[in-house]
């Protein structure tokens, strides 16, 4: 059944991978999002860090007291170019390679 | 295949002494290992103070490219994408390997001249680069402003690469040859042993190594200093982001040379894209890992003049990561200055994931059988005390 059961929606992955991510010895959240994928995508990992946690939990990976979640990387929500681009103040590059 | 029995892990028990202990778990400690592994019986240790990704393995672009101006660097890299041919089969990862090629627009005649005489030097070693003019370069790539483009260079065999399985790719295999990776244990201090070395470890453990590899890319100061080697390569913040994906519209890597800026497709459909940005750092050793909104609106300002349709897209995340970039450019491999047995394998700037495949053979047959290859004379560590060292690239980007 775990087969078909999706932690993270983005990017597919399944509590199936988690728990074979886990038994390769990878226990904490930063190592199951770089091996697995998990938490890339569109929602960034708003959506499914919760359910990554009580998994890592459930299956003894990690102690409450020792979870961490990972680095969050700006931006908090999606942003265009075009409306990066009209951000004031940037300075120029010092040279061209 | 059978997976491997573990990635390694904090827990895991070491050897009292080893043959080779490599510091750093990046793609290029990992490749070395792997590659000793592979062709010896040789006891390799590989200690990472973190976990395997951590540095800049974790954080590059995943850039791969034959398109250099210096012989030697091509000569590597078409070492290098010939092995990543075979490495998903050989490692049995999917690496998400893909030859969309790498497309150079030159718009000052400086860089159109550098294109030609890169072209030229392609063409005699080999490298199936091709010279193309602003129409052509945006038949590859449609939605291109190519309005002041003087001259593209296109190489077919280029591309890119997923960082993270790649690294894992060969963590699997080293241990599955026997290496032991030890994670979450940093190498606080090292001192002679003897012939070989002692590190003095986090955890309070200390292992004895006849052989010590330095693989800790931007930290690469740390171990160095505590065996008083002295080096001028210094940390370098280079920052990324990647945006929502998209099915699949961009085949090459395009970079533009008057900006610095680079961007491509990731397999996965995002954009992913960097630029050249004036250095923070003072000249000293401290890493800087943070990411700024000056890149992102520079990045979004150049971005959207070189292909305006991009300007609509979201970014999703950025982030930024360190590496070491030598006064001359060139990388810093092999024995270290009065420390023989303390071998460098640093200074790889914004390129060391691409020729990490290479370089780790490179160094592997160098350990194991004293083979060295003509590229080690040129990485010397050694000649920045005796005055050999020269600039000859003229291609790096970040
Ligand atoms: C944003 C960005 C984009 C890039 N784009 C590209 C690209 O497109 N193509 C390309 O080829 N290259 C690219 N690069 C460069 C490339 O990522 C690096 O050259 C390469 O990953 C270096 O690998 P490494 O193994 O030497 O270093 P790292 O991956 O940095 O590994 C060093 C490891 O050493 C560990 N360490 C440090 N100190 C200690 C200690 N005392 N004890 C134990 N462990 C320690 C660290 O935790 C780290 O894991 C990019 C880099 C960045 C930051």
Same mark, same amino acid.
Not at chain 2, 141 to 150: N, T
């Given at each position: 059944m775990t087969q078909r059961v999706f932690v993270c929606r983005c990017e597919d992955v399944t509590v199936a991978e988690i728990q074979h991510a886990i038994a390769l010895g990878l226990g904490s959240v930063e190592e199951i999002k770089r091996y697995t994928g998990l938490g890339t995508g569109p929602c960034q990992g708003k959506e499914c860090i919760v359910a990554l946690v009580r998994l890592l939990l459930a299956e003894r990976a990690v102690t409450p007291e020792a979870v961490q979640p990972f680095t969050a990387r700006p931006p908090a929500e999606p942003v265009t170019l075009a409306e990066l681009a009209s951000v004031a103040g940037t300075p120029p590059p010092e040279d061209g390679p | 295949m059978k997976p491997p #029995?573990?990635? $390694? !892990?904090?827990d895991e028990p070491l050897p009292e002494a080893c043959d080779v202990a490599i510091v750093g778990g990046g793609v290029m400690g990992l490749s070395t290992a792997y590659a000793v592994a592979e062709s010896s019986k040789l006891r390799v240790v590989v200690l990472e103070r973190?976990?395997? #990704?951590?540095g800049a393995s974790g954080r590059n672009g995943g850039g791969v490219r034959m398109q250099w101006g210096d012989e030697g660097n091509v000569r590597v890299m078409m070492e290098s994408i010939e092995i990543c041919r075979g490495l998903a089969q050989e490692l049995g990862i999917?690496?998400?390997? !893909?030859? $969309?090629g790498y497309l150079f627009l030159a718009r000052s005649e400086a860089g159109e001249q550098r294109l030609r005489r890169n072209a030229e030097l392609h063409h005699r070693v080999g490298a199936p680069t091709r010279l193309l003019g602003p129409e052509e370069a945006r038949e590859l790539?449609?939605?291109?402003? #190519?309005?002041? #483009? !003087?001259l593209a260079a296109f190489n077919p065999k280029d591309g890119v690469v997923f960082p993270w399985p790649f690294v894992w790719g060969y963590a699997g295999q080293a241990i599955r040859r026997g290496v032991v990776v030890r994670t979450h244990t940093a190498v606080e201090a090292a001192e002679a042993d003897g012939a070989g070395l002692r590190l003095r470890l986090s955890t309070g453990e200390s292992l004895r190594a006849n052989l010590v590899v330095n693989a800790t890319g931007a930290w690469c100061h740390g171990l160095n200093h505590s065996l008083g080697v002295r080096l001028p390569n210094r940390p370098h913040r280079h920052e990324i982001l990647s945006t929502e994906p998209l099915k699949p519209f961009l085949d090459p890597l395009v970079v533009d040379l008057a900006s610095g800026l680079y961007f491509s497709q990731s397999t996965r459909g995002e954009i992913v894209a960097g630029i050249t940005m004036p250095d923070h750092g003072d000249g000293g050793t401290d890493v800087d890992q943070s990411s700024s909104l000056g890149f992102l609106a520079h990045l979004g300002r150049t971005l959207a003049a070189v292909m305006p349709r991009l300007g609509r897209l979201k970014v999703l995340r950025q982030w930024a990561g360190a590496y070491d970039v030598s006064p001359d450019g060139d990388a810093i491999v092999g024995p270290s200055p009065g420390v023989p047995a303390l071998l460098q394998l640093c200074g790889f700037t914004g390129h060391g994931f691409m020729m990490a495949p290479a370089v780790g053979r490179m160094l592997a047959r160098f350990i194991v059988r004293g083979e060295r290859h003509p590229m080690l004379e040129r990485w010397d560590p050694t000649r920045f005390v005796d005055g050999r060292s020269r600039a000859r690239e003229d291609m790096i980007i970040g």
């Open positions: - | #029995v573990t990635l $390694g !892990r904090a973190s976990y395997l #990704v951590s999917n690496l998400w390997f !893909r030859q $969309g790539v449609p939605e291109l402003d #190519v309005h002041d #483009v !003087r």
